[in-house]
Structures are given as structure tokens and as C-alpha cells.
């Protein structure tokens, strides 16, 4: 009994031996460059406490972009993902391909809040992507106007008060935030945080302090990334408990309000919760409507208000850009009587090229992940195949920072976007294709309205406490938006 148990354990190591050699040799086994990986960290060594996953794939980006083949391949943990370096096979999967690559095969569990509009495969996603989209047709965002106006309104108060109270020093970030969160509240949902006149409102501490994944330590971050069934199966906790305990009472009181209402004002949280008391088909769970409210809160507000910090710190950086985007928007305004409306937003050319400029060199979503769901020889390559099954990864941040498609490519100027050079400039920031961001107009009207009326109230500059240049944290986890 003791000889085979002994024999029963080294034919498991030799199975796990040879299945872990295969493994760690995929890329090289396939002729596809790679760069060299530890035996257990792959390709991630560093990440979190030296480097982001952004900052280690934009490094090997730059090794790599010359090779003869449009991919690289490259280990998270022992998992092996493709890397894209040919920015046409990278529209091609988002766009004409997309059938092969609808899913993104991310962590997601229906016994908590992380099933949503981001994380779901393709047969859910359609679901809510159909139900959700006609939120954000011209129509409904022409209407949401005033709100975001309003809100606007209530920013500039609170700037002004802290000025007239002696501050000239305003947390940018800190303000963006509270105005993000303001407006996504209202015309997502029909709810005011009060987070702008009240910095620590409850609502806002609690959305500010527990960023999807951010309770994770490094190795269970790569595991979610990595081997999300695996995640699910230890039952790895995604989200604070806290935040989950909170959110979904704070939804449920929501619907609840909603209860006896014969006003239908078409919030998301309206649309989601027709669909939770439909008559036929499957009815949606209360975890189901929170977990798509909640995405819409954390990528809606804080995306949106880190492109508006970023936007505000380069034109404080780069006083011409300022002065001539704010001399477009009094032009404007002069013109339309001195009133903000919807048609007059078409004529800030320059306020666009500069939105535009910003984010391309920080995009809503550095690096867009997708899953192949059938075996997919690469055109260019026929006898490369993305397996399926297999994780690929579309750098956005490298490939708009390449100074093949920029000139000077890592400086800020609006200039890229000008019309005679529309033709030749990208943007891969809120995705491309089916499966980009549902929010994106939302996104840039709001982005928009808030710099017209900003500029032309203040003018922005550095303080002592600004760093310059800016550094990015390398702790960030949620970086797939797209």
C-alpha cells in the first residue's frame, strides 16, 4: 500500500511537472517572442510595489513593437496572454472581428456585486447593453443638460467661497470627484449625494475609499486577472464588505422610493428596475440591478473626473493651450447671447482637440482586455493562431503614445486632433467597436460643459504642491474600462 501511494504521488508531481513546463513554454513552443519570465511571477515581477500593469506592458510594447509579427506573447503568473503591437489587428479584433472576441473573460460572481455591464460574457452583456443604451441617445443626453449646468453651478460656488475664505490652494482631484459623483447621481439615478457643498458626506467617503478590487493583496489581484474561476472557487472577496453592505441597501431604498411612482423619468436605475419586474423572461436579481448601478458609479464618476484633473493640470501647465481655449469659449458664448446650450458645444473646436488630446495621453482605459471564443488565425499570420480561450490585450496608452502615430508623442498638443490631420489621429480610450464604452458621450458632454464653464470663471495654474511632472500611482488595479 505504501509503494503505491508513493507511486500514486510521483506520477501526480511528474503530471504537474510536465503540465506546468507546457505551460511556461507556450509562446516559446509556438515561435511567438516573448520576453524572458520568473519561473512563478511570469512577466509581472514588480508589479504593484515598483510598477503598474500598465507600466510593465508598456515597457515590453516598446521591446517588442518592431518584431515582424502584429503580437507578442507574454505570462501572468504561468497564464500566457497576447500582447498586440499592430494597431490594425487591434481594431480588427475590436471591430470586424468581434465575434471572435465579444467576451473579456474577466472575474465576475453572481454571489456578489461584480457581474455587471463590464464583466459579464456576451449573452448577459447584449442583455443589458440593449436595455441600457437608448440612456444615452442624443435625445436623453440634450435633456440632461440643465443638470449638468446646475451642477456646474454649484462647482463654481464652492470654488469661489474657498477662495473668498483665504484659499487660492484647491484640491483639483478632490473637487472633480464630488462633481463627478454629483451629476452621475442625478442623472444616472435621481439622487443628489450632496457631495460637493459636503466633502464628507457619507456616500462619497465610502465610493472615494473602496475602488473596485483595492482590498485585494498582489497575488490575489493576478489570480482574479489570471484565473478567474479559479478566484471564484476560493471565493476570493472582489469588493469590501462594507461597500457591499451599504451599496445594496442604498439601491434597494432606491427602488423602493420608485415603488409608488407614476412619474417614469427613464434614470438607469428606472430601466433596470422594468427589467427586474418584467412579466416574461428571466426577472433580474436585486444583486443584479446593484451590481450595474454600482459599475456605473465607479467607472462613470471617477474616469470622469480624473480626465478633468488631467485636463485642468496640463493647461496649468501650458498657459497658450489655456489662454486660447478659454478665448474659444467667451467667443462662443458671446455668439449664442452668453448662453450654454447644446448646439453651441459643436462649435468648441479647440476645447475638443484639447479633451481629445488629453485623452490620448491618459486614456479611460490604458490597456482593453478581451477573451477569444473560437481559434483565430491571425490574418496577416495564418499560421498564428490566438487560441481560444486565450487572453489578449490591447495596449491603448503604448500605441497612442507611439511616436509612429504622433509626433512627439509623449508631449501634450492639441494640435494632434487639429481637422487637417483628423485622418491620421486615433483614439483608443473608451474602446472601439461593439463593446466600448457604453458611457462615452455621457462622459464627454460632461467633461465638456464642466471645462466651458470652469475656463471661464478661473484661471488655473500650479502651486507649490504640484507635481511636475505629474507620477502615477502603481497601485491602481481598476484599469480595464473598456
Known sequence: MYFLFVLFLLAALTCFTLGYWRKVRYWQRRHVPCPRQHWLWGNMEGYKHQRSFNDIFHEFYKEFRQTTLPLFGVYIFVKPVALITDLQLAKRILTKDFSYFHDRGLYHNPDDLTGNLFTLDYDKWKVFRTNLSPSFTSGKLKRMLTTFITTSNVLIEVMEQDIMGGDNILDIKDLMLRYTLEIVGACGFGCQTHSLQNPKDQFYQLIQNTFIGESNGTVEKLLILAFPKVARFLKLQYLPANMIKFYTKFVKDLLESRKNS?????????????????????????NEITAQTLIFYQAGYESTAFTLTYTLYELARNGEVQKTAREEIISVLHRHNNQLTYECLSEMKYLEQVLKEILRLYPVSPLIIRQCSAD?????????????????????????????????A??????????????????????????????????????????ILLLSRFSFSFCDKTENPIVLTTSKWYIFKS
Open 262 to 286: 407614476k412619474i417614469q423619468y427613464n434614470y438607469i436605475i428606472d430601466i433596470l428596475n422594468e427589467m427586474r419586474i418584467e412579466k416574461s423572461g428571466r426577472k433580474l436579481t436585486l
Open 410 to 451: 509623449e508631449t501634450f498638443n492639441p494640435d494632434n486632433f487639429a481637422a487637417d490631420r483628423s485622418d491620421s489621429s486615433f483614439l483608443l480610450s473608451f474602446g472601439e467597436g461593439p463593446r466600448n464604452c457604453i458611457g462615452m458621450r455621457f462622459a464627454k458632454l460632461q467633461m465638456t460643459v464642466g471645462l
Open 376 to 408: 483565430y488565425p491571425l490574418p496577416t499570420h495564418p499560421d498564428i493562431i490566438i487560441a481560444k480561450g486565450q487572453m489578449v490585450i490591447i495596449p491603448a496608452y503604448s500605441f497612442q503614445r507611439d511616436e509612429n502615430y504622433f509626433h512627439q
